[in-house]
């Protein structure tokens, strides 16, 4: 005889089913899925603003409902991934939306991008970005001294570079000193040489590499305190080289470093579990505001 399902048991089954179908939409249309499930009630879109004078040096804002703190929102500048070769900020509204949700001001952030650019032109954007998000911060409800500088993959590299190495916001009249911290998701800071199936490559000028391009080598005492999450069997960026290694060397300069190693995801899922249907894959949402809100 069979018993009927327990409300517990249809509501888990349920969700699995959802995941399960979430998953499977996100690996074959993946940003355009998890953007049309994001609510709408919970930010204000301030799109196309222009943070330099080139085509690609816009960002847009997402921009909490809920009522901020007496001195702002935190404020959040997101850099994509993409291999530095491909990506448009519309693609992440899942992960603007996720942020102001729990109270974050979002700034989401294009950058221009191979073969129109090679290393360090995405830096020197990522750092105009950056630095147009400290200027703005006040009026547009937030923190000034709560700005904080997060990316996934090669926006991880860029918000990297930006927090360790001084030299990029040094050229917009800033300093790393003024961010409140860094958060990378599964970003690639040590990965030379590139392999042969690298579509970086001729980012970086293979085989000529500029000196100067690990994040990891500015890494030190007096560097700013760190969010670091990747999968642990990411067949992408290696997490050993990468985020273990970063977090590492981070920890024996004396500097606050919080590691989250999520089992069971894939790379391009650490970002995609910020979005709703993907949640329950890993609580990497969870892990990035409690951060925030404790710094």
Known sequence: MTLPASPLGRTF????????????LFACSPVGTLNALARSDTFRLTANLAYGPLPREKLDIYTPTVAPPAAGWPVVVFFYGGSWNSGERAEYKFVGEALASRGVL??????RLYPEVRYPSFLEDSALALAWGVDHA????GNPRRVFVMGHSAGGYNAAMLALDPRWLAA???KPAELAGWIGLAGPYEFLPLGPESPARPVFFHPDYPPGTQPIDYAGAGSLKAFLAAPVGDKVVSPQRSTLAMAAKLRAAGVAVELKMYDGI???????AFARPLRGLAPVLDDVTAWINAN
């Open 13 to 24: 089954g349920l969700f699995a089913v959802a995941v399960v179908a979430a998953i499977v």
């Open 106 to 111: 979002a700034l989401v952030a294009d950058y």
């Open 138 to 141: 006040k009026a547009l409800g």
């Open 172 to 174: 917009t009249g800033h």
């Open 266 to 272: 894939s790379h391009a899922l650490l970002a995609g």
